[in-house]
């Protein structure tokens, strides 16, 4: 069943009904839960239900979270897990903690949701690291070009217990906020639809010298001016327009969020060029989480190991049925829905990348960052302990098949 048909049941208007009725926490955790198709009906008894369970009891703690992107259209898209988490909390906590839960871009967006949490404003947010990256610096660690070779050594870092001291200890210190899960994608240059007559790409140098929309990651830029992809920084709502028109070439983002974020229509080959992290992370206030007790701290942490565990098999479940980010593709997927084509690059054209970008083999771009970086992490190589750790597992590794771990158990 095409994921348009999941959802088309239910208007926005009775979406909003519902959620006027129920709350919106209630009725976006409610619609998350359908697996057949959804209709206005069917979605206010789930919606009923849910905010009856939710409000049995009075909540100790009320945390409020904020999402940049999710709606019910996206729910069963990219699945970075944030209402798996909020449900299981508030089930695991037995209604002690009720999560608030705004998405749609309604209290936060990709480059705000992460200055809200450090303000006060939410307790928890959801967004890309790399957008976030612009308030919270030290997320950049996750974005040294070619630091990861696939999908599966970026779970294996975040289940690792030294991404403890390499990533959250520090993020936690210098940005008060600890880092929960993440999904984990790479990025590729999504190119527009000038590129639609253009056979499908499978030369680096194709690529060359085309105008690309960057995101708010510093460490991004570099390797894309490295790869002579001209970065651009374009505001979200002008880059559907300008991929559409042919005023940028393409974006760089990664397979789900393109499908997610309804760029589908406008891109017309989706190139995987693997160059660095896609995470779209959960964060929480780290004094809220100092705040709560040791029994609750304890299902926080246990809820983010099971979003964790979620993720990882959804998501990849989800890049092929869902999305269709594999060749050939599932037919009824976004991508063959709305014709776009998967480039995937051959072993060779990624190293040559590699070598045109990596810290590896150009340490020179990457050594004011790296330093910086360094600093920060109290003199880890940030870089080489994270490379190390990446390739503990094998390249070409399933992600589905890497072993979860309590990291904080170490």
């Not at 009906?41 to 904020?66: I, P, Q």
């Not at 100092?290 to 993720?311: K, N, R």
């Amino acid at each position: 069943m095409a994921i348009n048909d999941r959802i088309k049941g239910v208007s926005r208007r009775d979406f909003f009904k519902i959620a006027g009725t129920y709350g919106m926490s209630s009725t976006l955790l409610a619609a998350g839960t359908f697996g057949g198709a959804m209709t206005a009906a069917n979605l206010a008894r789930a919606a009923e239900s849910t905010y009856e369970r939710r409000f049995a009891k009075e909540a100790k703690h009320t945390l409020t979270f904020g999402a940049s992107g999710f709606n019910p259209q996206n729910l069963l898209i990219e699945r970075a897990g944030a209402l798996e988490f909020a449900r299981d909390l508030e089930a695991r906590t037995d209604g002690e903690i009720r999560v608030d839960f705004i998405g749609n871009n309604q209290i936060c967006g990709q480059l705000s949701c992460v200055e809200k949490t450090q303000q006060g404003i939410t307790d928890i947010y959801a967004a890309s690291t790399q957008n976030s990256a612009g308030g919270a610096p030290y997320l950049n660690v996750l974005d040294y070009a070619y630091m990861f070779p696939g999908r599966a050594s970026q779970y294996h870092f975040l289940y690792h217990p030294k991404s403890q001291e390499i990533l959250r200890d520090p993020y936690e210190k210098r940005h008060g906020l600890k880092f929960l899960f993440s999904h984990c994608e790479l990025r590729g240059i999504q190119l527009g639809l000038s590129w639609q007559d253009r056979p499908t790409v499978t030369k680096l140098e194709e690529l060359f010298g085309t105008k690309n929309r960057v995101t708010g990651t510093q460490l991004g830029r570099i390797a894309m001016e490295a790869l002579n992809l001209n970065p651009v920084p374009v505001a979200w709502e002008e880059t559907l327009d300008g991929l559409k028109q042919g005023l940028i070439d393409g974006a760089e983002t990664w397979a789900s969020a393109v499908a997610y974020a309804n760029m589908s229509p406008v891109v017309s080959q989706c190139v995987d060029l693997k160059f660095f992290c896609g995470t779209e992370h959960t964060a929480m206030s780290a004094s809220v989480f100092d705040g709560l007790g040791g029994e609750l701290q304890d299902a926080v942490m246990e809820s983010s190991y099971w979003a964790q565990t979620h993720v990882q098999a959804a998501n990849e479940a989800a890049l092929v049925k869902t999305v269709g980010f594999s060749d050939p593709q599932m037919p009824g997927t976004i991508f063959d829905e709305n014709d776009v084509r998967v480039a995937f690059l051959d072993d060779a054209e990624i190293k040559k990348a590699e070598q045109m970008c990596s810290p590896e083999f150009q340490p020179q771009l990457w050594e004011q960052w790296r330093e910086r970086l360094n600093g920060w992490a109290g003199g880890i190589d940030t870089y080489q302990e994270i490379y190390d750790i990446a390739r503990e597992v094998d390249a070409d590794m399933l992600p589905e098949n890497v072993e979860p771990r309590r990291w904080w158990k170490g």
